[in-house]
T-cell receptor
Framework: GAVVSQHPSWVICKSGTSVKIECRSLDFQATTMFWYRQFPKQSLMLMATSNEGSKATYEQGVEKDKFLINHASLTLSTLTVTSAHPEDSSFYIC???????????FGSGTRLTVV | AQTVTQSQPEMSVQEAETVTLSCTYDTSESDYYLFWYKQPPSRQMILVIRQEAYKQQNATENRFSVNFQKAAKSFSLKISDSQLGDAAMYFCAYRDQGAQKLVFGQGTRLTINP
């Protein structure tokens, strides 16, 4: 149990366009989902925390107008990278919490390349 | 703010031997959770083991066990009988009992030598 599906696994987009990444909890309800960014050979950097039905909480330094997060249901959160630029190229990972203290289940990640 | 430190960027071990990965953390809280996650080349994050701070007994999951020293704020991971499939990045993570987000360490890259 506790599976999180993330799509797409990789995407290439042109500079200036927007791209949406989906994160779904398949077999549990996730009241809270998290979005991370990971640069090569580095740790995960939390971008934002999204709670179902409310606005996401962004970490300091993360542009909320560039990285739009929507958590419209208990099983789906989306991250939209707007007006993408090459510096937005990275590996993005979502995770979901089933209940406090239980731990977090991670999606398989999305490799975004902006050309 | 809480911080997690993994002082070993890279570790290597011979197959079938035992290796210990270090993790220290800084917090003023008394109730919290600690985790070890594995990230293999596929980059899928996998929960290896977790520990509740209020439990004195060290958590164990098959070949994986932890040495939780609350006073020293230390949470090391021991991998016994290392297997080639254990090769991965290992991240130590912390979470306050009342908080939502995880705080990750820098990671340790583990190589298994056949």
């Amino acid at each position: 149990g506790a599976v999180v599906s993330q799509h797409p696994s990789w995407v290439i987009c042109k500079s200036g366009t927007s791209v949406k990444i989906e994160c779904r909890s398949l077999d549990f309800q996730a009241t809270t989902m998290f979005w991370y960014r990971q640069f090569p050979k580095q740790s995960l950097m939390l971008m934002a925390t999204s709670n179902e039905g409310s606005k996401a909480t962004y970490e300091q330094g993360v542009e909320k107008d560039k990285f739009l997060i929507n958590h419209a249901s208990l099983t789906l959160s989306t991250l939209t990278v707007t007006s993408a630029h090459p510096e937005d190229s990275s590996f993005y990972i979502c995770s979901a919490s089933r209940e406090r203290g239980y731990g977090y289940t991670f999606g398989s990640g999305t490799r975004l390349t902006v050309v | 703010a809480q911080t997690v430190t993994q002082s070993q960027p890279e570790m290597s071990v011979q197959e079938a031997e035992t290796v210990t990965l270090s993790c220290t953390y800084d917090t003023s809280e008394s109730d919290y959770y600690l985790f070890w996650y594995k990230q293999p080349p596929s980059r899928q994050m996998i929960l290896v083991i977790r520990q509740e701070a209020y439990k004195q007994q060290n958590a164990t999951e098959n070949r994986f066990s932890v040495n939780f020293q609350k006073a020293a704020k230390s949470f090391s991971l021991k991998i016994s009988d290392s297997q080639l499939g254990d090769a991965a990045m290992y991240f130590c993570a912390y979470r306050d009992q009342g908080a939502q987000k995880l705080v990750f360490g820098q990671g340790t890259r583990l190589t298994i030598n056949p």
